[in-house]
Structures are given as C-alpha cells and as structure tokens.
Nanobody, 124 residues
Framework: VQLQASGGGSVQVGGSLRLSCEASGFSLYNYPIGWFRQAPGKEREGVSYISSRGINTYYADSVKGRFTISRDLAKRTVYLQMNNLKPEDTAIYYC??????????????????WGQGTQVTVSS
C-alpha cells in the first residue's frame, strides 16, 4: 500500500491549490481516502474524506464551502481542491486510507496508511 501526496506550494490569501493523492497497492474503489493536515505546534486534524465507493464526502467545518474532495478511479488519484485559502490553512497535508472501517475525520489515528505529506503555505 502506497499513497503519494503532491500539489502543495505557496500561495497568497484567496488563492487556490489542488492536492493529489495517488494510490497504489489497493483498490481505491473499496476504501476511503482522507486528507489531514498538521500545522507547526498543533495536532494533526482531519480536513476531508471520501468514503469507500465514493458515496459520501465529509469536511471539517473550517473548510466547508472552500475545499472539495473528489477522485478519479482511472488515475487512482484523490484530489483536494482548495479555494479561497487562508493563512490558517498553512500546514503539511497528508492523505491516508483506512482498511478497518474505523476512520473518521476526528479519529486521526484510526487511519492505517499514510502518504508522506505536502506543504501548503498561505501568506497574506
């Protein structure tokens, strides 16, 4: 199982970025993919996730209306489109998957496999 996160960068307030999480070694259709972030000195927190089979999507209150999660099964990739970025969105962003069916946005450590992280910096 491997997850490769990419797409981070530096943008100004109000800008946009699209993060990608490329999956290999398992069926993207059958397992959820979540996006999480960790800012310096803070706990890792859930941002968004898409459920197995892509039936449902979930967002943290702080990103609702600004971020959109989607996936392309043919490319084995899950995306996080981030619009209207704010300085508080600055963090390392990670993608993860959960094989045990326990993963939710609030229980970060129930997610089983993690990508390496991609840095997002939003400056004013």
């Amino acid at each position: 199982v491997q997850l490769q996160a990419s797409g981070g960068g530096s943008v100004q307030v109000g800008g946009s970025l699209r993060l990608s999480c490329e999956a290999s070694g398992f069926s993207l259709y059958n397992y959820p993919i979540g996006w999480f972030r960790q800012a310096p000195g803070k706990e890792r927190e859930g941002v968004s996730y898409i459920s197995s089979r892509g039936i449902n999507t979930y967002y943290a209150d702080s990103v609702k209306g600004r971020f959109t999660i989607s996936r392309d099964l043919a490319k084995r990739t899950v995306y996080l489109q981030m619009n209207n970025l704010k300085p508080e969105d600055t963090a390392i962003y990670y993608c993860a998957t959960d094989f045990e069916g326990r993963g939710q946005l609030h229980n970060v450590y129930e997610w089983d496999y993690w990508g390496q992280g991609t840095q997002v910096t939003v400056s004013s």
